[in-house]
């Protein structure tokens, strides 16, 4: 008796706040809007919230290949969504083009800042009863999934760079190089098996991967 009660009560609907309206995913629809490598000639644009769904599906397979090959204990669905919001912030800040980011430490230390600040604005959108979910999402520096979506997230970009070139495009050769000598600095097993399995296909046409 007691566990219908528990169902009826499951799915007695709980009306929000009448005075409340959140903003919080509606601006995040809007990640479509703000293009990346603004300062780069592209022969195909790209905007955050396709970069960002590219990461998360990049690094769902390498806490994937962590686990099954090198002792690793993630959950590969909640890197995923870290990787789904990791660029949450530039809905505020903008898209910094990294020559801009990097140019100095101070430089970056102080858009560090700008993000965390970015990132609290968007929490402040949410009613309290969802910000403990959410924080964990926005907040999370220092993990070991987020150092593996900062993987992914520059893996993201070195298949850019190799589709540009793909498509003709000369504008990105020195970052690809660039980017493919950071993957290798970075000396994580999963990102070497992910490139060896997998990067040999981004090079190929459509009638090549033969599906």
């Not at 898209?95 to 965390?116: H, Q, R, S």
């Not at 403990?132 to 907040?139: A, S």
Request: contains cysteine; glycine residues 2%; charged residues 30%.
């Amino acid at each position: 008796m007691e566990k219908q009660n528990n169902t009826e009560t499951n799915k007695k609907y709980i009306k929000p706040d009448s005075n409340s309206c959140s903003h919080f995913p509606a601006l995040l629809f809007r990640m479509k809007y703000i293009n990346r490598w603004s300062l780069m000639r592209n022969t195909e644009s790209e905007n955050i919230a396709e970069h960002s769904l590219e990461v998360a599906i990049i690094v769902h397979l390498l806490a994937t290949i962590k686990n099954k090959y090198y002792n690793g204990n993630l959950d590969p669905n909640y890197v995923a969504v870290l990787a789904i919001f990791h660029d949450a912030s530039e809905i505020i800040t903008g898209d910094m083009p990294t020559p801009i980011k990097y140019f100095n430490p101070e430089l970056n230390e102080a858009y560090k800042n700008v993000e965390k600040i970015a990132n609290q604005k968007l929490l402040s959108m949410l009613p309290d009863d969802f910000k403990d979910t959410y924080e964990k999402i926005l907040f999370h520096e220092g993990s070991e999934e987020w150092a593996l979506v900062k993987a992914a997230d520059k893996l993201a970009a070195y298949i850019k760079c190799v589709e540009e070139e793909k498509a003709g495009n000369k504008e990105f050769l020195k970052a690809k190089e660039s980017i493919y000598n950071s993957l290798k600095e970075m000396d994580r097993p999963e990102v070497k098996h992910f490139m060896d399995l997998f990067m040999c296909s981004f090079s190929l046409t459509l009638d090549e991967l033969d599906y």
